[in-house]
């Protein structure tokens, strides 16, 4: 697989959403590198497949048809990878789904199917994993799965408010953890995948992709669990292809100051020249501001 052997021997790891896929890219990639890997999915004929093959290649792996999207599912998750290889070192919360539809039309289920599996998914599987690599003194690594959608995406207001949420559980995560030994960075992998396939454009159609190995997104993760990379933490990394790239964090920009605060007159007057031709792209396209014209009611006919 491209991956030195053995960085990973001593240590065992979960990864979440591994039957098919970006997960059962990394779940091989993590087996190669001579983790124990617990392959998880809740399709568990194809997190057995995936199973057969890291022991067909030498490696040690089990399955786990544990719902993540549950805290019962992500005890179980965790404390079979402890019973089965005495430790748990390697989290990757990779499990997802994507349930698009326009804002307006959005359901409540859609909206929570997609926040349950991304968000409550992470949150659990990560809280259990991180108790046990604190408890174990042997710290760790937990390795989130966002993606460009939170910068805002068309169709995906549930998709992306679960990515932006897990992006900033990683840096909160990193600032609490790391006292224990523990790292927490996040991957925005690209690949083509069973979801890949429902990515659309802002005009609701189908976006043409090259083919994009799923299994390139793997080394990336394999790097920053091993201990070379042992002095990364609260990192998102845009994987997949031939890039990895750092995304950038949220921060404060342009800013304007007046001492004792702005009035509103301060405001009409002084927001144009200071700000106002300098507002931030929107959405993942990052085009330049499209609005300065203003925005207005569509006229009625
Ligand atoms: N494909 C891309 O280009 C891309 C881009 C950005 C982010 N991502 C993210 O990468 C991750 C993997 O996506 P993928 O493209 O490989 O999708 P995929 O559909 O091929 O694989 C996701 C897997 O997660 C499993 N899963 C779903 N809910 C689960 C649950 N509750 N418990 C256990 N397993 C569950 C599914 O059965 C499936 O096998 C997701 O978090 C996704 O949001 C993918």
Not at 118 to 140: N, P
Not at 156 to 177: D, R, V
């Amino acid at each position: 697989m491209g991956v030195h052997m053995g960085v990973l021997n001593d240590k065992a790891a979960i990864v979440t959403g591994a039957g098919r896929g970006i997960g059962k890219g990394h779940a091989l990639t993590l087996g190669a590198a001579g983790a124990a890997v617990v392959v998880n999915d809740v399709d568990i004929d194809e997190a057995a497949a995936v199973v057969k093959e890291i022991d067909r290649a030498g490696g040690r792996a089990v399955a786990s048809s544990a719902d993540i999207a549950t805290r019962e599912g992500a005890k179980q998750l965790v404390a079979q990878c402890v019973a089965e290889f005495g430790s748990i070192d390697i989290d990757v919360n990779n499990a997802g789904i994507s349930r698009d539809r326009s804002f307006l039309k959005m359901t409540d289920d859609e909206f929570t199917d997609v926040w349950r599996v991304h968000v409550m998914g992470t949150f659990w599987c990560a809280q259990e994993s991180a108790i046990h690599m604190r408890d174990s003194g042997r710290g760790g690594s937990i390795v989130n799965t966002v993606s460009a959608a939170q910068m805002g995406n068309f169709g995906q207001t549930n998709y992306a408010a679960a990515k932006g949420a897990i992006a900033s559980m990683t840096f909160t995560w990193a600032l609490e953890l790391a006292r224990y030994g523990i790292r927490v960075n996040a991957v925005s992998p690209a690949a083509t995948t069973r979801l890949s396939q429902t990515f659309k454009g802002p005009d609701g159609k189908p976006v043409d992709m090259p083919f994009l190995d799923p299994a390139l997104n793997g080394p990336m993760v394999v790097f920053l669990s091993s201990d070379g990379g042992n002095y990364i933490t609260g990192q998102v990394f845009g994987t997949g292809a031939d890039r990895v790239a750092l995304m950038e964090h949220p921060k404060y920009g342009a800013t304007m100051r007046k001492e004792g605060g702005w009035s509103l007159e301060d405001l009409q007057a002084e927001f144009k020249p200071n700000l106002g031709d300098k507002l931030e792209p929107i959405g993942i396209q990052k085009k330049p501001y499209p609005f300065y014209d203003g925005i207005h009611a569509p006229e009625k006919d």
